[in-house]
C-alpha cells in the first residue's frame, strides 16, 4: 500500500511543479509582450520625430555635406 501512496503523491507533486513554472512562463511571457508594445511605441515616435525633421529640412532646402 506504501509503493501507490508514494507514486500517487510523487504524480501530485510533478503536476503541482509542472503548474508552477506554467504560471511563471505566462507571467513573463506577458512581461514581454508588454516591454514589446512599450519599444514600438517608442520606435514609432523616434519615427515621427525623425520625419518631421526631414520635412524641416526638406522645407528649408538646404542639404547635408
Known amino acids: ?3 501507490p501512496m ?3 503523491a510523487l504524480g501530485f ?3 503541482a511543479v509542472l ?3 506554467a504560471i511563471r512562463v505566462f507571467v513573463e511571457a506577458q512581461r514581454l509582450g508588454h516591454q ?3 519599444t514600438t511605441e517608442r520606435i514609432n ?3 515621427d520625430d525623425l520625419e ?3 520635412e524641416r529640412l526638406a522645407a528649408t532646402g538646404k542639404t547635408l555635406p
Open 1 to 3: 500500500m506504501f509503493w
Open 6 to 8: 508514494l507514486a500517487i
Open 13 to 15: 507533486l510533478g503536476i
Open 19 to 21: 503548474g508552477t513554472l
Open 36 to 38: 514589446v508594445t512599450r
Open 45 to 47: 515616435r523616434a519615427a
Open 52 to 54: 518631421r525633421a526631414a
